[in-house]
T-cell receptor, first 115, second 112 residues
Framework: EPEVTQTPSHQVTQMGQEVILRCVPI?????FYWYRQILGQKVEFLVS????????KSEIFDDQFSVERPDGSNFTLKIRSTKLEDSAMYFC?????????????FGDGTRLSIL | QKEVEQNSGPLSVPEGAIASLNCTYS??????FFWYRQYSGKSPELIMS????GDKEDGRFTAQLNKASQYVSLLIRDSQPSDSATYLC????????????FGKGTRLHILP
């Protein structure tokens, strides 16, 4: 079964440094998402992306965050100047979109640890 | 503020019994409802989706939706130790608002 793949599985970064999290959505999917989950808390929406632009973003997704689809397969999340509170699991998700109500499928996540 | 509420648990159920997980949501415009299973340190895994009032069955799982009461539930029959996980209820509006709103999840523990 096709999967959403994320790399790296674990990223350790010094506070203030830039980090890029990578995702390869399922190949025929059109809608892409990033979520995060701080340890012990609920999964929170960050941003949705369709047709090469942001569809919606949450209050968490401030100017330090950006997303990009640099080629036909990758979907990246960049955090420009990381803060301690950015430490979390980051999940990429995608859905096909041709049929309304299709669910989102999640990758295995990247654990981001800010030191 | 759109909210999805779940009892955090833990809910302990003997092996072989029925586990019943409940969820309420605040936004009456919600149109799609999902149950995800999340093992510790892992990503959410889709278990069931439901869009219409009533019951939807898939194997040992049954999702129930009551839009008038803004209530979604998941029943797991013949519970197995491998069902021990956190179950996340999630909803979205499916209009312009495409994001999923997750509840905090209910920890389920199946007792062997």
């Amino acid at each position: 079964e096709p999967e959403v793949t994320q790399t790296p599985s674990h990223q350790v970064t010094q506070m203030g440094q830039e980090v890029i999290l990578r995702c390869v959505p399922i190949s025929n999917h059109l809608y892409f998402y990033w979520y995060r989950q701080i340890l012990g808390q609920k999964v929170e929406f960050l941003v949705s992306f369709y047709n090469n632009e942001i569809s919606e973003k949450s209050e968490i997704f401030d100017d330090q965050f950006s997303v990009e689809r640099p080629d036909g397969s990758n979907f990246t999340l960049k955090i420009r100047s990381t803060k301690l509170e950015d430490s979390a699991m980051y999940f990429c998700a995608s859905r096909q979109g041709a049929i309304i109500n299709q669910p989102q499928h999640f990758g295995d996540g990247t654990r981001l640890s800010i030191l | 503020q759109k909210e999805v509420e779940q009892n955090s648990g833990p809910l302990s159920v003997p092996e072989g019994a029925i586990a019943s997980l409940n969820c309420t949501y605040s936004d009456r415009g919600s149109q799609s409802f999902f149950w995800y299973r999340q093992y510790s340190g892992k990503s959410p895994e889709l278990i069931m989706s439901i869009y219409s009032n009533g019951d939807k069955e898939d194997g040992r799982f049954t999702a129930q939706l009551n839009k008038a009461s803004q209530y979604v539930s998941l029943l797991i029959r013949d519970s197995q130790p491998s069902d021990s996980a956190t179950y996340l209820c999630a909803v979205n509006l499916m209009n312009r608002d495409d994001k999923i709103i997750f509840g905090k999840g209910t920890r389920l523990h199946i007792l062997p």
